[in-house]
């Protein structure tokens, strides 16, 4: 059973267009990650939510995790090509001892 | 100045070998860990160390055995190299939970 579930799995679009990615679960996290990565390196992290309800933003990449703390959302406005990457949400549980639990990604393209 | 390192990026060894992975992390991190990255891209905790001591071993085969000399130091050795190991192996640290981590380069892992 996949404690995080991302989708979309893919997402291929062209520049300019706006896109959400999704992070759901069934259990609550005391805080969520968002991490891009792209090919042949490691993961870099994006931003770090911890409160329900919390809107983050980061230039043209808005962050949201839900009131319930078991969901989060990245927004991009008029994506660009060097947007393009892995998205991985990763979640960590209260009392976990510092376990982070990764979705299985989303793999966006922006084409030019 | 790079902040976690581990090396070599890359190691193709055949069955049965034994192997090190080694991590350097200078950031003053309390908390490092390993990764396994399959070839689908989804990542999983295999061990997280905080102050050199053991704090996830999340049933990972006995063949691998990580050591902590110092907690700037997290080294993951091998034993047995089997076809199943063959992977990309991410060393990370963090502060404390919830801070996000920060993630190694990578070492690809391919046993033949």
């Known amino acids: 059973t996949q404690l995080l579930e991302q989708s979309p799995q893919f997402l291929s679009i062209q520049e300019g267009e706006n896109l959400t990615v999704y992070c759901n679960s069934s259990?609550?996290?005391?805080?969520l990650q968002w991490y891009r990565q792209e090919p042949g390196e490691g993961p870099v992290l994006l931003v770090t939510v911890v409160t329900g309800g919390e809107v983050k933003k980061l230039k043209r990449l808005t962050f949201q995790f839900g009131d319930a703390r078991k969901d989060s959302s990245l927004h991009i406005t008029a994506a660009q090509p060097g947007d393009t990457g892995l998205y991985l949400c990763a979640g960590e549980r209260g009392g976990s001892n510092y376990k982070l639990t990764f979705g299985k990604g989303t793999l966006l393209t922006v084409n030019p | 100045d790079t902040a976690v390192s581990q090396t070599p990026k890359y190691l193709v060894t055949q069955m049965g070998n034994d192997k090190s992975i080694k991590c350097e992390q200078n950031l003053g991190h309390d908390t490092m860990y390993w990764y396994k990255q399959d070839s689908k891209k989804f990542l999983k905790i295999m061990f997280s160390y905080n102050n050199k001591e053991l704090i996830i071993n999340e049933t990972v085969p006995n063949r691998f055995s990580p050591k902590s000399p110092d907690k700037a130091h997290l080294n993951l050795h091998i034993n047995s190299l089997e076809l199943g190991d063959s992977a990309v192996y991410f060393c990370?640290?963090?502060?404390?939970?919830?801070?996000?981590?920060?993630f190694g380069q990578g070492t690809r892992l391919t046993v033949v």
């Open positions: 990370a640290s963090s502060q404390s939970q919830g801070q996000g981590a920060f």
């Open positions: 259990s609550v996290f005391s805080s």
